[in-house]
């Protein structure tokens, strides 16, 4: 049970994982302003890149919040 | 009415008791559908060179709304059918009847906005009555409704101050979506936003709410290493879109 036993250096970089995972919810809700500001200037390729960037950062604070049971 | 009074269920939690609470409940009623009349029905069936039936049944609306609220306390089955079914149709009977000016184009984005905001505190505000309604078989014994359920812990001050971030996150997207002028791209920036605000307020919900139920906290290379694809492909967007941006 590695969980169980972390030291507490370890534990202040999960709190600072746990403030990234803010951080990139955050930066996501930027992401998507841009891309929808850019559907509206019709900048097709622009909104489809600040969208993709947005999903990829909801993702991360994703997998970041909540590991795989078989990541090692 | 003082029999249907004593039917009524009391209100624990207010020290507010008869007229004072009916005067209360019928505010809560008709403050806001006045103000959802005012933003979208009554300002465009209003307006210069609106035909005669438009107006009929725009007031009729408001005065349906009137007395819904006004028979709350004394006949509240009757209240509920005049002041929501009966404002509801009546305010869409306008709307069908005044439809060219309810064109997309000819809408002010702050105007709806206000409007619907107007329209979620109207169905609120019924909503609250719900807590007076006459006492019903699945009552306890003693004639109250039963007490709900107690909350087990309360979430720290950082969780509520998550998911306030989350929450301004996903407003953003969505008041964006506002500023789109052409009628074919405001509709897909809106189904866009409304997709990202949905997303980003489950994310902000299981980023306030999930780190605070683990009961041991992972090792960081188990948090960080299910992320790296994630992270990877977002760095090499980031730089591909810098590199876009230079070569443009």
Redesign the interface.
């Known amino acids: 049970?590695?969980?169980?036993q972390?030291s507490g250096e370890?534990?202040e970089?999960?709190k600072a994982?746990?403030a990234l995972?803010?951080v990139l919810?955050?930066a996501?809700?930027?992401a998507?302003?841009f891309?929808?500001?850019a559907?509206?200037t019709?900048d097709d390729l622009l909104?489809l890149?600040w969208?993709?960037?947005?999903?990829?950062?909801?993702?991360?604070?994703?997998?970041?919040?909540?590991?795989?049971s078989g990541?090692? | 009415m003082g029999r249907e009074l004593a039917s009524l269920l009391p209100m624990a939690e207010a020290p507010t008791r008869g007229e004072t609470r009916h005067l209360l409940l019928a505010t809560n009623v008709a403050l806001p559908g006045a103000y959802a009349w005012l933003t979208t029905v009554g300002h465009p069936a209003l307006a210069r060179g609106v035909s005669g039936w438009p107006r009929v049944t725009a007031y009729g609306a408001l005065l349906a709304l009137a007395a819904g609220a006004l028979l709350l306390g004394r006949y509240p089955r009757v209240a509920r059918a005049v002041g929501v079914i009966g404002f509801v149709a009546l305010c869409v009977m306008t709307w069908v009847l005044i439809e060219p000016r309810l064109d997309p184009e000819r809408l002010d984005p702050v105007r709806a906005a206000c409007g619907a905001v107007g329209w979620a505190l109207f169905a609120l505000g019924w909503g609250a009555t719900e807590r007076f309604r006459p006492i019903q078989a699945d009552s306890d014994d003693d004639g109250t409704r039963a007490k709900p359920l107690a909350a087990r812990g309360r979430l720290p001050r950082s969780a509520v101050i998550?998911m306030g971030?989350?929450l301004?996150?996903?407003?953003?997207?969505w008041l964006?979506?506002w500023?789109?002028?052409?009628p074919e791209?405001?509709l897909?920036?809106h189904g866009?936003?409304l997709a990202?605000?949905i997303?980003?307020v489950i994310?902000?919900s299981?980023?306030a709410i999930?780190?605070e139920q683990r009961p041991?906290?992972?090792?960081?290379r188990?948090?960080?290493?299910?992320?790296m694809?994630?992270?990877s492909?977002?760095a090499f967007?980031?730089a591909a879109?810098v590199v876009?941006l230079l070569l443009r």
């Open positions: 049970m590695a969980a169980a972390i370890e534990q970089v999960n994982i746990d995972c803010i919810v955050v996501s809700g930027g998507f302003t891309g929808v500001r559907i509206g019709g909104a890149y969208l993709v960037v947005g999903a990829l950062l909801l993702r991360a604070a994703v997998e970041m919040l909540r590991p795989r990541a090692k | 998550a971030l989350g301004v996150a996903a407003l953003a997207p964006a979506a500023q789109v002028k052409r791209h405001a897909f920036a866009a936003a990202a605000a997303a980003i994310v902000a299981r980023v999930e780190r041991t906290r992972p090792a960081v188990h948090r960080v290493r299910p992320a694809s994630s992270l492909a977002l967007v980031l879109g876009w």
